[in-house]
């Protein structure tokens, strides 16, 4: 009963440990290999109402361990609602021809291409009920004659495809994440795009002028890629921050800076909130008679949802606003802002509302950080509390740097494993780039863009853009020189599937524990740490299109082919932590040029036969012991005694990867892995 009694003994305690009960029923669910039948769904619906009844009104012993599971059955049932409830066509075959349709979003490729996304589509000769609800359409070559405002009806011709596969089996699924954001269909166009309708006028479309108003302003004002980056972080338009300034931001450990998230939303309301306050203290009558703190707050909230409409409101923006909505709020209802109970609030709120989240990069590095950042001041706050006070008088300037250091430093350590798990690289000098950054991105650079706000309507907003320049270009500055150093990025492999989930619990515990039991997070941190390189990366990996295959050799991932298929190159030889681009790793398989790729593995020779010769080079390639991968159709049996892998075997079975065991090869198949869900049916 020992573990019986230490619950009991932590209650009061537990409520930061209802998003990470939460969280493992919606991962539970995500890593399902097939969705569950209806009668499964109400099994867990009716176990997950009698375990809570069971935990509010049962014998106390087991009201926490009841309580336990059925908050992780309560996640698992909120992930299968959320993929249900989104449910929509998704288109199931190519399609090329016109397209219609209202634009709901603009953004930019990572080739930087502006893309947009259309809803209300309309497809010739497809019809309504196998209409995709939304489309994502890249427009390649000359800019848009159109003005690319929400709410326009556009027409195009284009080419229209289902999302993406994996690009290896078990990698990262682009079919779930675009179920979840409602794309039926994903493609491009080379030609003009047409306005046949203007928005209509409204709030949306005022916000929207605003918005495009305000970054072109912004770029004119600042000029080059400091007014890029500032109208960025303010409006959510990044289309003025070119290709090498995001890179070198990447290479540093900063691009952060350019997302509208926590961090951004945390200083703005916390500029506001702070000024509001200290103004209305200069006034004794409301200072000592009114609560001002809460104005304050109520001021400061304003501001959040001004800078949510502002900014575009997209998901990762409408996180950072609802964990700032609830510090503002634990200040209205006299709770501590920075808490866990409130990082523990917030958590709940955005997994109960989108419960994808949890996979995406952006919830884990936000709510790391804030975990890691609370937990350790929290901790000093105590110390200081418990320590003499002649020990505690320090400068408050030295104190305020002291603390900006820290806030980079351990912010830093709680986001570098996610970023390593899901981007598979580490910024060897990100640590410096911060330090050297951040102070004045929240002394300097947010409460500058507040004071050019407050200035704007008397025409002095010059001065806060002056000042934010000031401060942008020493920020861009930083992130050239860091990023451009020798060895400023470490590559590294992916990670075992289970690694960062238990690197998490175990922190997880070790922080929200309040008992010496915590120390086994410790041990749990350092087995998911130590597990990390385990991870067998494949020996040979075919891309679902038949256009890319890759060996792995001595000097590191060979390609077939050194242009094409650029995205799955990229993510194959990231996925090994090889720091290598497509050209150079293509030169490790020397070929001869001009003639098809051609390499002896496991035993057996292969051939890669892409472009129109292809179906005649099979025809002089294909005889006993050769296996030919080809990105065509094959139609009736091979012209002679080899193995063909035709694009319709790869339609089948997704991108392949084989592992050598031994003398045997054993496959993978990216469509067995992601099993039968919602997002990998085929239509």
């Not at 006034?283 to 304003?302: C, S």
Request: proline share 7%; with cysteine.
């Amino acid at each position: 009963m020992w573990p019986l009694a230490a619950l009991g003994a932590a209650r009061g305690h537990l409520f930061p440990f209802v998003p990470v009960l939460l969280a493992l029923g919606i991962g539970i669910y995500f890593s399902l290999p097939q969705e569950p039948l209806l009668r499964l769904w109400a099994g867990a619906a009716i176990a997950s109402t009698a375990l809570g009844l069971l935990g509010l009104t049962g014998p106390e012993p087991v009201r926490l361990p009841a309580m336990a599971m059925a908050l992780v059955l309560a996640g698992l049932l909120v992930a299968g609602w959320r993929a249900h409830s989104v449910a929509a066509p998704v288109l199931g075959w190519r399609y090329y021809g016109p397209i219609e349709g209202r634009i709901v979003g603009v953004d930019r490729s990572a080739s930087d291409a502006l893309r947009l996304t259309l809803d209300q589509v309309v497809l010739h000769d497809v019809s309504v009920a196998r209409l995709p609800h939304r489309v994502r359409i890249s427009i390649h070559g000359a800019a848009p004659d159109v003005d690319p405002v929400p709410g326009t009806r556009v027409v195009l011709t284009g080419h229209l495809g289902p999302p993406g596969g994996p690009v290896e089996p078990g990698g990262f699924d682009f079919r779930r994440m675009a179920w979840f954001l409602g794309l039926g269909a994903v493609g491009y166009t080379r030609s003009p795009v047409l306005a046949i309708e203007a928005p209509a006028p409204g709030a949306a479309l005022a916000i929207t002028r605003l918005r495009m108003g305000m970054s072109a302003g912004i770029r004119a004002a600042m000029p080059g890629e400091p007014g890029g980056f500032v109208a960025a972080i303010l409006t959510g338009d990044r289309s003025g921050v070119g290709q090498s300034t995001t890179e070198a931001l990447r290479r540093s450990n900063l691009a952060h800076l350019l997302a509208i998230s926590g961090l951004h939303m945390g200083l703005l309301t916390g500029v506001v909130y702070g000024a509001l306050r200290a103004g209305l203290a200069l006034v004794p009558v409301l200072a000592l008679r009114w609560p001002i703190r809460k104005w304050a707050a109520l001021g400061a909230l304003a501001a959040a949802i001004f800078y949510l409409l502002l900014s575009g409101g997209n998901v990762a923006t409408q996180r950072a606003f609802v964990m700032a909505a609830v510090m503002l709020g634990a200040v209205l209802f006299d709770r501590r802002a920075l808490s866990l109970r409130s990082v523990a609030l917030a958590a709940v709120l955005i997994l109960v509302w989108r419960p994808e989240a949890l996979l995406s990069a952006g919830f884990q590095m936000s709510f790391a950080a804030t975990v890691a950042l609370v937990a350790v001041f929290g901790w000093l706050r105590r110390r200081r509390a418990l320590a003499p006070r002649r020990s505690r008088r320090a400068p408050r300037w030295l104190q305020g740097m002291i603390g900006v250091a820290l806030c980079s430093v351990v912010a830093g350590l709680a986001t570098a494993p996610v970023a390593a798990a899901h981007f598979h690289r580490i910024a060897e000098y990100g640590l410096i780039a911060n330090l050297l950054s951040m102070p004045l991105m929240g002394t300097l650079v947010m409460p500058s863009a507040v004071l050019a706000a407050v200035l704007w309507p008397v025409g002095l907003d010059w001065i806060g853009l002056a000042l934010m320049e000031a401060g942008t270009r020493w920020i861009l500055a930083v992130a050239h020189v860091v990023g451009g150093m020798e060895g400023a990025v470490r590559m590294v492999t992916t990670p075992p599937v289970m690694a960062l989930p238990l690197l998490a619990l175990g922190l997880l515990w070790l922080i929200l524990w309040p008992g010496r039991a915590r120390l086994a997070g410790v041990v749990v941190a350092i087995t998911a740490i130590g597990g990390w390189g385990l991870t067998e990366r494949p020996a040979l990996l075919i891309a679902e299109s038949g256009k890319l295959v890759g060996l792995n050799t001595p000097q590191g991932r060979a390609l077939t082919r050194p242009r094409g298929e650029g995205f799955v190159a990229r993510n194959w030889l990231e996925a090994d932590g090889d720091a290598a681009d497509q050209a150079g790793a293509a030169l490790r398989l020397g070929a001869d040029a001009g003639s098809p790729p051609r390499f002896m593995f496991a035993g057996t020779e292969w051939v890669h036969l892409t472009g129109r010769r292809a179906p005649e080079q099979l025809d002089a390639f294909c005889h006993d012991g050769v296996v030919a991968v080809v990105d065509f159709r094959l139609r009736g049996s091979p012209p002679g005694a080899c193995q063909v892998i035709d694009a319709r075997a790869l339609a089948q079975s997704g991108a392949r990867a084989a592992h050598l065991r031994g003398d045997a090869l054993h496959w993978r198949f990216a469509r067995e892995v992601a099993g039968a869900r919602p997002w990998t049916r085929m239509r």
